[in-house]
C-alpha cells in the first residue's frame, strides 16, 4: 500500500453581516468568516492537507483569491475540484482529523451535519471524519472572536 500524510491549517478574520460556513454547513451567527470565497475555514484547511499529502502546493495555488471565477464560491465545489486532483492520481481517503477554534458559536450539534457533507464529497463514511472544535480560552485572535483557525491531517492510500 502507497499511503501519503498530508496537514492543512486555515485562518480567517470574522466580522457582522457575513454568513458563517464551517464544514460545508451554514451556521447562524451574528458573526461571519471573511475571503474570496465562502470563506469556510474548515473546508479549506482539508483541502490544503489532501493538495499537501501529494504535494501539490495550496489552495491558494489552485483555487487563487485574485480570480472572479471563485468570488464568493461555495467551498464544498474547492473540495470536490480539489478530491478531483486526488482522484485522478489513483488516491482515495482512508481518514480525515480536524480541529477548528473558535469562541462562538458552539458547533457540536451540526458536526454531524458537516461529517456527511465532507464524507460525501470525498466519497467515504463519515466515521472516518472526526471533526472536533475547541475555544482558545479566550486568549488570541480567536478567543476575541476576530477571528477563526481550522487544521485539518489527512491520510491517503492508492
Ligand atoms: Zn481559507
Given at each position: 500500500m502507497n499511503y501519503r500524510i498530508g496537514s492543512g491549517v486555515d485562518f480567517h478574520q470574522l466580522e457582522e453581516g457575513r454568513e458563517l460556513w464551517l464544514g460545508g454547513v451554514h451556521l447562524p451567527h451574528y458573526k461571519g468568516a471573511t475571503g474570496?470565497?465562502?470563506?469556510d475555514v474548515l473546508l479549506h484547511a482539508i483541502c490544503d492537507a489532501l493538495l499537501g499529502a501529494l504535494c501539490l502546493g495550496d489552495i491558494g495555488k489552485h483555487?487563487?483569491?485574485?480570480?472572479?471565477?471563485?468570488?464568493?464560491?461555495?467551498s464544498k465545489i474547492l473540495l470536490a475540484k480539489t478530491y478531483g486532483l486526488i482522484s485522478d492520481r489513483g488516491y482515495q481517503v482512508v481518514n480525515i482529523d480536524s480541529t477548528v477554534c473558535l469562541e462562538?458559536?458552539?458547533i457540536m450539534s451540526a458536526v454531524p451535519e458537516m461529517q456527511k457533507a465532507i464524507a460525501d464529497i470525498l466519497q467515504i463514511t463519515i466515521d472516518v471524519v472526526s471533526n472536533e472544535a475547541t475555544t482558545t480560552?479566550?486568549?488570541?485572535f480567536a478567543g476575541r472572536e476576530e477571528g477563526l483557525v481550522a487544521y485539518a491531517t489527512v491520510l491517503l492510500c492508492k
Amino acid at each position: 500500500m502507497n499511503y501519503r500524510i498530508g496537514s492543512g491549517v486555515d485562518f480567517h478574520q470574522l466580522e457582522e453581516g457575513r454568513e458563517l460556513w464551517l464544514g460545508g454547513v451554514h451556521l447562524p451567527h451574528y458573526k461571519g468568516a471573511t475571503g474570496h470565497s465562502d470563506a469556510d475555514v474548515l473546508l479549506h484547511a482539508i483541502c490544503d492537507a489532501l493538495l499537501g499529502a501529494l504535494c501539490l502546493g495550496d489552495i491558494g495555488k489552485h483555487f487563487p483569491n485574485t480570480d472572479q471565477a471563485y468570488l464568493n464560491i461555495d467551498s464544498k465545489i474547492l473540495l470536490a475540484k480539489t478530491y478531483g486532483l486526488i482522484s485522478d492520481r489513483g488516491y482515495q481517503v482512508v481518514n480525515i482529523d480536524s480541529t477548528v477554534c473558535l469562541e462562538l458559536p458552539k458547533i457540536m450539534s451540526a458536526v454531524p451535519e458537516m461529517q456527511k457533507a465532507i464524507a460525501d464529497i470525498l466519497q467515504i463514511t463519515i466515521d472516518v471524519v472526526s471533526n472536533e472544535a475547541t475555544t482558545t480560552e479566550k486568549l488570541g485572535f480567536a478567543g476575541r472572536e476576530e477571528g477563526l483557525v481550522a487544521y485539518a491531517t489527512v491520510l491517503l492510500c492508492k
